[in-house]
């Protein structure tokens, strides 16, 4: 069993910051990825960041680049997501994700989900 617990969400003011983190019950990812996903009310669950678990490696959409980083410890098998220049239109439910690898987390190909936390960017 894999579970996937998500923190740091809250309601940030339009330019400021968040960091979310994702913790999980597993010993490593050495030949896996974590990513963070969001879906707002009324639309498709889109994919913005993902981690190769041993290399490191990153991916982002571009609609995040430059503003998101995605980052992981894996002595204590977390990721991170600090979001900065947030914007109203990154209101979100965000959720990690883990799958074997990166290209199955960009195809929102995930083998587990975190519960979600909520992001709410006020203008």
């Known amino acids: 069993q894999v579970q996937l617990v998500e923190s740091g969400g809250g309601l940030v003011q339009a330019g400021g910051s968040l960091r979310l983190s994702c913790a999980a019950s597993?010993?490593?990812?050495?030949?896996?990825?974590l990513g963070w996903f969001r879906q707002a009310p009324g639309k498709e669950r889109e994919f913005i960041a993902a981690?190769?678990?041993?290399?490191?490696?990153?991916y982002y959409a571009d609609s995040v680049k430059g503003r998101f980083t995605i980052s992981r410890d894996n002595a204590k098998n977390t990721v991170s997501l600090q979001m900065n220049s947030l914007k109203p239109e990154d209101t979100a439910v965000y959720h990690c994700?883990?799958?074997?690898?990166?290209?199955?987390?960009?195809?929102?190909?995930?083998?587990?989900w975190g519960q979600g936390t909520q992001v709410t960017v006020s203008s």
């Open positions: 994700a883990a799958a074997l690898n990166t290209d199955l987390l960009k195809r929102l190909d995930a083998d587990y």
């Open positions: 981690i190769s678990w041993s290399g490191g490696i990153t």
């Open positions: 597993v010993r490593s990812f050495s030949r896996s990825a």
